[in-house]
């Protein structure tokens, strides 16, 4: 009895010892890179930090006040509240509809994964240099201009108008291209968990493969990934920066116009705004309130329609 104790212990003491060693590293990287900062973060936040990490003027909620009744913050956030509930549904629609059309394949399957995953490896920067000096030239020979002449269409400067705001096309295209084959692949990977069985049941009990099938046996199957994909894209797309950065900025700098809400705090916190971290990091803060808000009230959505 005693010597099967003394295994069952010895047993515990090593599943212990290669639960650390395993995640014991990952741990104090997230602590170290991650709550580290946030916490230095909120505590910069309340202080007058402009050109230093160890300010001595506290503020209270001063940054706060500050950054909430600044147009150009405020506006930023509205408009890219306005991008998020355009791109995110539009992400997953198009994703899903493409994982569905994969898994159906029978051959190359491995291939097909592989062509919509690629451009996800990308680099967002080259992606979008790409995009705006090929794709989006605004000159005759660009790609898009192009393809508007074989309709007849007159050549557009996708990136040089406010009038209408063709940007946005460039932007969202670019968006959609890199971040699509990611969640097609994991809804693929959601879709081939389905028990075969829960279909074989709804066509025996009546149910006609296509929209019935779709509806009561893909749709709830899918919730968790759906929950999974609809919350990474909202965090995205409130953290979008590189292909707004390098679409719409040139030597001048950035234009004032559809500026994210990363780019104002890069310019309060490290550009022309003179260092402002206190104030950059209450604009964090803020932003990260709203991204949290925002999958709260998805998930909550997606509670009541399950």
């Not at 973060?41 to 500050?66: I, K, M, W």
């Not at 291939?111 to 030239?137: D, G, H, I, M």
């Not at 409130?238 to 705090?265: C, H, K, M, T, W």
Request: aromatic share 16%; glycine share 10%; with cysteine.
């Amino acid at each position: 009895m005693g010597s099967a104790g003394s295994r069952h212990r010895a047993g515990r003491r090593r599943a212990a010892l290669a639960f650390w060693l395993f995640v014991g590293p990952f741990a104090v990287g997230l602590l170290a890179f991650t709550y580290v900062p946030i916490g230095w973060s909120a505590y910069l936040s309340l202080f007058d930090a402009r050109n230093t990490v160890t300010p001595s003027e506290f503020v209270g909620l001063g940054n706060y006040a500050d950054v909430l009744t600044d147009r150009a913050f405020l506006d930023s956030i509205g408009t890219f509240t306005a991008f998020a509930a355009f791109v995110v549904p539009t992400t997953v629609v198009l994703a899903l509809a493409l994982a569905l059309l994969v898994n159906q394949v029978r051959v190359a399957r491995a291939f097909f994964r592989s062509v919509f995953f690629l451009p996800f490896a990308c680099s967002y920067v080259v992606a979008s240099l790409v995009w705006k000096s090929s794709l989006f030239s605004g000159l005759d020979s660009g790609v898009a201009n192009t393809v508007l002449g074989w309709f007849g269409g007159q050549p557009q400067a996708w990136v040089g108008t406010v009038d209408p705001p063709l940007y946005w096309v460039v932007l969202v295209t670019a968006r959609l291209w890199l971040q699509l084959g990611f969640y097609v692949v994991l809804f693929i990977a959601a879709l081939q968990r389905i028990p075969a069985h829960l279909y074989e049941a709804a066509w025996t009990d009546g149910a006609s493969p296509g929209w019935q099938t779709f509806r009561h046996v893909t749709l709830p199957g899918l919730r968790g990934a759906l929950v999974a994909v609809l919350t990474l894209n909202l965090v995205n797309a409130y953290q979008a920066f590189d292909e707004f950065y390098n679409i719409l900025g040139d030597s001048r700098g950035y234009p004032p116009f559809a500026r994210p809400p990363l780019v104002y705090l890069y310019y309060t916190s490290l550009g022309s705004g003179g260092q402002d971290l206190g104030r950059g990091s209450a604009g964090a803060l803020v932003l990260a309130l709203v991204i949290a808000l925002a999958t709260l009230l998805s998930g909550r959505v997606f509670r009541r329609a399950g």
